[in-house]
């Protein structure tokens, strides 16, 4: 099995940014795409950012499109969430999970698996 870990959350203003890590454990990190998801109390999971394999693809929710970016470092197994430009509506708790396929197709939550314990980010006002 995969075991991910996020970490990197915190506490920032508005405006501020932070950096999120997914460590992966195991050899199959390379094997599909790697996804951000985030969840606010009282709302679905929904999709931030996924990254391909090698790291050549990405796609962004259409909310963080131009302030947050996703990179991979499979040597390290590693895959990051850059978070720029950050709004009071970024705040939730932020998982990583794998890809349960290695086609390319939907990014709900239920494709993906071996999600970690998540990391909290609160943007204030």
């Known amino acids: 099995q995969v075991q991910l870990v996020e970490s990197g959350g915190g506490l920032v203003q508005a405006g501020g940014s932070l950096r999120l890590s997914c460590a992966a454990s195991?050899?199959?990190?390379?094997?599909?795409?790697m996804g951000w998801f985030r969840q606010a109390p009282g709302k679905e999971r929904e999709f931030v950012a996924r990254?391909?394999?090698?790291?050549?693809?990405?796609d962004y929710a259409e909310s963080v499109k131009g302030r947050f970016t996703i990179s991979r470092d499979n040597a390290k197994n590693t895959v990051y969430l850059q978070m720029n430009s950050l709004k009071p509506e970024d705040t939730a708790v932020y998982y990583c999970?794998?890809?349960?396929?290695?086609?390319?197709?939907?990014?709900?939550?239920?494709?993906?698996?071996?999600w970690g314990q998540g990391t909290q980010v609160t943007v204030s006002s």
């Open positions: 195991g050899r199959t990190f390379k094997s599909y795409d």
């Open positions: 990254i391909s394999w090698r790291g050549s693809i990405t």
């Open positions: 999970g794998k890809a349960i396929s290695g086609d390319w197709g939907a990014k709900r939550p239920t494709d993906y698996a071996y």
